[in-house]
């Protein structure tokens, strides 16, 4: 990152913590999806709720598709106080030095929304985003982004459809497992190069939500689309813990106010903008959209879950224990 880069953010942070005082108070809010995405659209129904329950005292700018900075960027910007506000994906916290987020990269470890919810809604939602103080962050809520397919140029329906296939995937330890399980060779790769890669052939597919497909247009250069919902994908809406202490109590509340309604926004939309975007895929004619059957998810999940057992010793076994727990999955094992 360039280091003018970051002294003008920084500066522009200073000018928003000393704007209090004017009653005007300006977060910029950054992250890399496109404007079409549920995050930008969750982000942007924050700003306005910001705007109307503080009566205009504060001003939220949302700064779409990496237009301040990159993936491996914007968590160092939110620390030093270039950016107020992020949504990244709860991958992102593992190379900071909080491994417990990886548990939401584990494998099928949640069966559909109402397992999750009784984690990101619950006492371990809320201890995992405690964990992010001592990184001055300070965590505010889960936002969905959906459960992921596999998308290649060749038909994925088994595991050894992936073998050998240059797979792009976020930094971090679970998912570079998970490939391996697999037999694919992980890349970890920004967001925002997926789309150049694939069409050049660095990589030869990838996962994700369909909406993030869609909306990056990678369906576009990926023939081959699997609807395995292997795994999820979430976002965790932080803020710089200084700035946001730093704040008019009263503003806070009201801020607290303005996320728990864009949350439920968020979640709602997210499933329902998954399945236009599927639909779109489908229409385009670029994509082949294949529903595995019954046998082929049983062996996707069987080739993937030994990942949890080897996470272990990363995650902690205690955090994978009590999400089973919560959520029956146990039973299931």
Excluded at 100 to 111: A, G
Excluded at 207 to 216: A, K, R, V
Aim: hydrophobic fraction near 40%; include cysteine.
């Amino acid at each position: 990152m360039k280091i003018s880069k970051l002294l003008l953010g920084l500066a522009a942070c200073a000018l928003s913590l000393g704007a209090v005082a004017d009653q005007s108070i300006v977060i910029k809010f950054s992250h890399v999806v496109a404007v079409d995405t549920p995050k930008h659209k969750a982000a942007e129904f924050f700003a306005r709720k910001a705007a109307e329950l503080t009566q205009g005292r504060v001003k939220v700018e949302v700064y779409p598709n990496s237009q301040l900075y990159k993936d491996k960027e914007e968590l160092e910007a939110l620390q030093l106080g270039a950016v107020q506000m992020l949504a990244p994906s709860l991958a992102k916290f593992g190379p900071l030095g909080v491994k417990d987020f990886e548990v939401f990269d584990l494998p099928y470890i949640f069966d559909g929304y109402d397992s999750l919810r009784k984690v990101t809604l619950g006492p371990i939602g809320r201890k995992l985003l405690g964990k992010l103080e001592p990184k001055g962050i300070r965590g505010l809520a889960y936002w969905d982004n959906g459960f992921k397919s596999f998308s290649a140029n060749t038909p994925i329906r088994t595991p050894a459809d992936l073998k050998g296939k240059k797979m792009r995937i976020q930094s971090s330890k679970v998912l570079d497992e998970e490939m391996r399980a697999l037999g694919a060779l992980p890349q970890v790769m920004a967001f925002g190069e997926v789309y150049q890669a694939l069409q050049t052939g660095v990589v030869d597919g990838t996962e994700n939500p369909i909406s993030n497909l869609y909306t990056q247009k990678m369906h576009e250069v990926q023939k081959h689309l699997s609807l395995t919902g292997h795994g999820y994908l979430g976002y965790a809406v932080i803020v710089n813990k200084k700035f946001w202490d730093g704040l008019p109590s009263d503003i806070r509340r009201q801020l607290e106010d303005a996320m728990e309604q864009a949350t439920r926004y968020a979640n709602q939309i997210a499933s329902v903008e998954n399945d236009q975007a599927l639909e779109a895929v489908k229409k385009s004619g670029r994509t082949q959209v294949y529903v595995p059957t019954q046998e082929e998810r049983a062996a996707f999940r069987k080739a993937l879950l030994p990942v949890h057992q080897k996470m272990e010793s990363r995650i902690g076994k205690e955090l994978i224990q009590s999400i089973y727990k919560e959520t029956g999955f146990a039973a299931n094992f």
